[in-house]
């Protein structure tokens, strides 16, 4: 116990905290007394004049001083404080009491002298009770214990039995050595072991039973206690569960474990094997993730019923593999119980059976396979010969009976069919043909595990008949809406009359469709020009109609006084509209959006009006907005009584842009978004000062290339002129 504390002392001595605390006293108190004994020659730097052991000791002695007081703090447990660690005890004044203390447990007297201080000679060993008394120990320690129990010293001396370890040795081996016990006793180093207080453990077959040991040191006591415990049934049934388990992985048959919810626990190799999923795929899934719908509902709720009453069920599954194949499998679902007969798990033991029931079809297949289908269903051998037929392909053919036949007689378009490749591949080909009057659409499948080909034909002549009906109307009304489309291009202006109105200029008009909803419009008062780009509600025929009203309305507002202002000639186009629209019942949604440009070459001047389309206007490379009013040329639930009209000064070299909203919202690019209205004001700011012919083609390849492969959503028009 003296080397022990001695240890402790000097371990706590060089904890970190400790050496910390002293040296910061240390410090001080040598300052401080190197500043009163020898501050002369300290602060003159006269190192000649320093004593230099009374130097060193006024910094040493502090530190050996707070060491000792800071090791003896820690050293020390006071009466009636609360213990702080694990540890064992010695009594300062009588140095004969020893205790053992937990953490947390409040510091007794010394029965001997009470106002005693303790003194820890080993920290951190915890302990349920004090051993003083070895009779008490011993009959702690094991007496009624139903298994070995024993003790034995430093040299292997068995110093305490019970009973039970004297009845398994046969006598009583109080004094034996336990090497004569056990043979793996030899390999242990009894020193190491107790001293350090270390479990170790070992099998091993003694006589007809197999006895695990388990030993652990006890310093305190100067011993090693053992504890024997039999587990030769342990083994036996370690052993039936291993033979168990490997019959089951190795079992031709699939087999699956499940708890009683019929989530998978356990799958074997076969299992993995016949579905394709592997054991961690499988496991925690229900058993249904397998199955197809071949089977009925009642047919798993019965399943459920009888294994739920404890009882066998056996019968077939039709599942699907993990690769899309479909099979049969006979199953066996037992429950698993426990000692209490309860029922903890579900074993099923399944056998695949898709090759036997094939072969049980083919034998029946005659009658599965199409006597009653109302449509043709026979077969061919390699060799192109109908080995069997229904009476539906017979009555087809005209024949009582077309077996014999070959393919090259039924199915002249089929003659250079390769059949002997369509069975061994499985593959299905598909065929139509002609068969008196009728048209037959024919599928025809190889089956490779019967080797033959198998035809299914279905009468498809009224379809072909309505498709070709269908054809022929289409064909009409493609015809109609192309005519449409010439008297579209007819109304509008000519491009002679353009651009002799406006001889630097572009169009780009891209219709959605055959016919468009977007138009343009020009007219001309002696030298003012009226230039207008319009977009009407839909498109296609809807929209088409809607921009002949428009191109018609705006010619008689021309043709009646084209002196008008901008804004004027959109508010009389807005009232024909609203009236025209709302005598006709149409949707009060209909209308147009526009951009109209009067252009007074005499002034210099130009007027603009919008209704929701606004001018871009290019001066000096910078693009001016002037923005249209928010309302359409149509019903609007908070319209304005005016458009309105915007006037301004232009000069020569002036570009200026009027659009529909087509080239804005087409969708595009590397994210599918819209091109945008920043996007195009970039474009047109990037391209203004090239000749227009250029610009157009700008604006197209860059349109086409931002489409790509999506589709266009609606009419595109862009109007660019130059003054």
């Known amino acids: ?124 060993v915890s302990r349920a009770k004090s051993f003083e008394d070895n009779k008490e120990s011993m009959a702690f320690f094991a007496e009624y214990n139903p298994a070995p129990v024993f003790r034995f010293d430093y040299q292997g001396t068995v110093l305490m039995s019970n009973p039970a370890a004297n009845e398994f040795f046969s006598s009583d081996i109080v004094g034996v050595d336990v090497h004569t016990l056990a043979r793996e006793f030899v390999s242990v180093k009894f020193n190491e072991v107790i001293d350090k207080g270390q479990i170790r453990s070992f099998v091993e077959k003694i006589g007809n039973k197999t006895m695990r040991f388990e030993f652990r040191g006890i310093p305190m006591l100067g011993v090693c206690q053992v504890y024997g415990a039999d587990i030769s049934e342990v083994l036996e049934a370690r052993l039936d569960n291993i033979r168990l388990s490997t019959a089951i992985e190795q079992s031709s048959n699939s087999i699956m474990i499940t708890n009683t919810k019929g989530n998978i626990m356990f799958v074997n190799k076969a299992f ?9 795929e499988a496991m925690g899934k229900n058993p249904r993730f397998l199955k197809t719908d071949h089977l009925p509902n009642e047919a798993y709720e019965n399943l459920w019923k009888t294994i739920a009453k404890g009882d066998v069920w056996k019968g077939e599954f039709h599942n ?17 119980k426990n000692e ?94 002609n068969v008196g009057e009728r048209i037959y659409r024919l599928l025809m499948r190889g089956l490779p595990e019967l080797n033959v080909l198998q035809v299914y034909g279905s009468d498809i002549t009224a379809r072909k008949k309505a498709e070709e009906e269908i054809r022929v109307k289409n064909e009409h009304i493609a015809q109609s809406i192309r005519y449409a489309s010439r008297i579209q291009d007819a109304v509008l202006p000519p491009k002679s009359k353009i651009e002799d109105l406006v001889p630097e200029h572009f169009i780009f008009f891209r219709p959605r469709d055959i016919v468009s909803g977007d138009f343009y419009w020009m007219a001309r008062n002696n030298n003012k020009l009226i230039i207008s780009a319009v977009d009407c509600t839909g498109h296609g025929v809807p929209g088409a109609f809607m921009s002949m009203l428009g191109i018609s309305f705006l010619n008689e507002i021309a043709s009646k006084n084209n002196e008008e202002p901008a804004n004027e000639i959109l508010n009389k186009l807005r009232v024909i509209v609203k009236s025209t629209l709302s005598s006709s019942g149409t949707d009060a949604r209909d209308g147009m959006d526009m951009a109209l440009c009067v252009i ?29 009013d928010k309302m359409p040329i149509g019903h609007h639930l908070r319209e304005k009584a005016s458009f309105t009209n915007h006037e301004f000064e232009i000069k020569k070299g002036d570009v200026f842009y009027i659009f529909s909203d087509g080239y804005v919202d087409q969708f ?56």
């Open 340 to 433: 209490d007969g309860e029922t903890i798990n579900y074993m099923a033991v399944k056998e695949d059976v898709t090759a036997q029931k094939e072969i049980k079809n083919e034998l029946n297949s005659m009658a599965l396979f199409a006597m009653l289908n109302p449509e043709p269903v026979f077969r061919f051998n390699p060799e192109g010969v109908v080995i069997k037929s229904n009476p539906a392909a017979n009555e087809s053919f005209g024949k009582d009976s077309i077996v014999g036949l070959h393919i090259i007689d039924l199915l002249p378009k089929c003659s250079d069919l390769d059949i002997e490749s369509v069975i061994k591949n499985a593959a299905i080909e598909t065929a139509e043909e």
């Open 272 to 280: 993995e094997n016949v579905t394709g999923y592997t054991k961690n």
């Open 1 to 124: 116990m003296r080397i022990n504390l001695v240890k402790l002392f000097f371990k706590l001595a060089i904890d970190s905290k400790v050496v910390n605390r002293s040296k910061n006293v240390a410090l001080i108190v040598g300052i401080v007394l190197n500043a009163i004994n020898q501050w002369e020659a300290l602060f003159t730097l006269n190192l000649s004049g320093i004593d230099w052991v009374k130097f060193l000791l006024t910094f040493m002695v502090p530190y050996l001083v707070s060491t000792y007081s800071s090791v003896m703090a820690k050293l020390t447990f006071q009466v009636g404080e609360i213990a702080p660690i694990n540890a064992i005890l010695r009594c300062k004044k009588c140095s004969n009491k020893v205790i053992h203390i937990n953490k947390g447990e409040i510091v007794p007297e010394c029965d001997q002298c009470p106002t005693t201080k303790w003194i820890i000679i080993e920290k951190g």
């Open 320 to 336: 699907m593999k993990k690769d899309g194949t479909t099979y049969w499998e006979e199953a066996t679902i037992s429950p698993i």
């Open 600 to 628: 007074d070459y005499d002034s210099m001047k130009m007027q603009y009006a919008g209704a929701n389309n606004p001018l871009y206007f290019i001066r000096n490379k910078e693009l001016n907005v002037i923005k249209a």
């Open 668 to 723: 595009g690019g590397d994210r599918g978004r819209k091109f945008s209205s920043k996007g195009f004001k970039e474009l047109v700011l990037s391209i203004h000062d090239k000749p227009m012919a250029t610009q157009y083609e700008i604006i197209a390849e860059t349109f086409d290339n931002w489409k790509g492969e999506q589709s266009q959503i609606d009419d595109v028009l862009i109007i660019g002129g130059k003054i």
